[in-house]
């Protein structure tokens, strides 16, 4: 990597945690309003690496306001550790079994329900998996929390899959698995709206009032203003030549950003699709129920907060003999003060599920929390549709299974 690259990567770091230090003051002074979020209640969401950190918060705040939440885990341990802990604190019902997706589970029980399902990002067999297991469910999916990742490890790291570690853990697994679920709610609705027509009860549109519209949040990260993929674009998936730990994490958080976006683009699409359906070829599409009641994809910063990723980050960018001095400083000090909690840090996600969709659909929600600048790259729509064109054939998906 290039010294000035480094030297701007730097800079982007002191940036921002002077930023975040004025969102931990708003915080600890509640000055960043909470969410209401009972409309959440009775909804649905999976939330990948929902047993640690902003995961796990996002997973308590989600129970507390009423919904049922999967937590997509790697290890059914640590799943089921969370799962018991959530249980504890919030009230809700805790999933004793394994095979928490089987059919058995779709009638929803009266208070909200935690459960545990395994999911490996980095395999993407995994992913395959978990999809298969959620559309053998019946389950309806309101929302879609794509929350794992990974920061930084010491050296690079290759998947069985033959890509490197943050760039399928944090990108394009999230991918395979955001465009999989929403393909598979799409069929669902298909097949409820001709059971209803069958019925007679016909004239309902995807974007009706009888369907639920899906969420999916990507957490990005303010990181991804540091991303390089116009240049490196051709060799992100191996990211073999000249890698750089932190630069691989800046671009794998540029691309879930971009996936975003690009997903919220299809989603506009769709919806103006079904307007017109509804409407009648000949009319303009209504402004819009469809519009407002649409499914809608959002990126999140939620700031730096004290996690096992951020404390793992900070203790290594000191050199290793000194550690022994550095580490109780970021352990005691640093940490604990200077970065949010995880559970104001999940606040962001909530806004970013709940906000209505005409203010958060394709946004880059940040601290505070609101809608945020994002880097020019972000936001330039050939380089999102080249990388998802691009992700759909890393994961060998067949057009029929590719979300248009
Ligand atoms: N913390 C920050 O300052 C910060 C800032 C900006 C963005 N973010 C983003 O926020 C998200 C959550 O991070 P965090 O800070 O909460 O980190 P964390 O506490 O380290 O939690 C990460 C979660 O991801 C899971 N995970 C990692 N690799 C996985 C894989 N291959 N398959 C399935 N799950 C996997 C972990 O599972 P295990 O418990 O099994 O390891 C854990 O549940 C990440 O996307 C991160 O990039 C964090």
Redesign the pocket.
């Known amino acids: 990597m290039k010294l000035t690259t480094h030297i701007f990567l730097d800079l982007l770091g002191v940036g921002e945690l002077l930023e975040n230090i004025t969102t931990v003051v708003k915080d600890r002074l509640g000055l960043n309003p909470r969410r209401d979020c009972r409309q959440l209640a009775g909804k649905t969401a999976i939330v ?10 996002t997973a308590d705040a989600l129970l507390r306001s009423g919904a049922n939440v999967v937590l ?4 059914a341990e ?1 799943g089921q550790s969370a799962a018991k802990q959530l249980a504890a604190s919030t009230g809700c019902v805790g999933d004793s079994g394994s095979t928490v997706l089987a059919a058995s589970d779709v009638d929803p029980p009266a208070a909200p329900r935690v459960m545990v399902e395994l ?5 993407l067999a ?1 992913v395959r998996q978990f999809v298969q297991r959620w559309a053998a469910s019946g389950r309806q999916l309101d929302l879609l929390v ?6 930084c490890p010491p050296e690079r790291v290759e998947t069985a899959d033959g890509f490197e ?1 943050q760039f ?3 990108y394009l ?1 999230h991918f395979l698995l955001a465009n999989c679920l929403v393909k598979h709610q799409q069929s669902l609705r298909r097949q409820q709206q001709a059971q209803r027509r069958r019925r007679g009860r016909g004239g309902e549109t995807d974007c009706g009032e009888t369907t639920r519209p899906l969420r999916v949040i990507f ?5 991804h203003f540091g991303a390089d993929l116009a240049t490196t674009l051709a060799d992100v998936p191996q990211s073999r030549t000249g890698w750089h730990s932190f630069q691989s ?1 800046c671009n ?2 540029l691309c ?1 950003l971009l996936a975003a976006k690009q997903l919220d683009r299809l989603f506009v699409r769709n919806a103006q699709l079904a307007a017109h359906g509804a409407a009648g070829a000949e009319a303009p599409p209504p402004a819009s129920t469809m519009m407002l009641q649409r499914d809608v994809a959002v990126a ?11 404390r ?2 900070f203790k290594q960018s000191v050199p290793r003999p000194l550690r022994p001095l550095s580490d109780p400083f970021f352990e005691h000090l640093f940490c604990p003060y200077l ?2 909690s ?1 559970e104001a ?1 999940a606040q962001t996600v909530l806004y970013a599920a709940t906000a209505p969709a005409a203010e958060v659909g394709g946004q880059y929600c940040g601290t505070s929390p609101h809608v945020s600048k994002h880097s020019a790259a972000a936001g330039d729509p050939v380089l999102a549709e080249h990388l998802w064109e691009l992700s759909a054939h890393l994961c060998q998906l067949g057009p029929s299974e590719l979300l248009d």
Request: glycine residues 10%.
């Open positions: 990948t690496g929902g047993n640690a950190g902003v995961g796990l918060a997509a885990c790697r290890s640590r999911l490996d990002l980095a395999s995994s794509c929350n794992a990742g990974i920061m570690l399928q853990s944090n697994s957490l990005s990260s303010m990181t994490y794998s958080k879930t999140v910063h939620p700031g730096l907060v004290d996690t096992f990723l951020a793992n980050y970065l949010r995880p840090a």
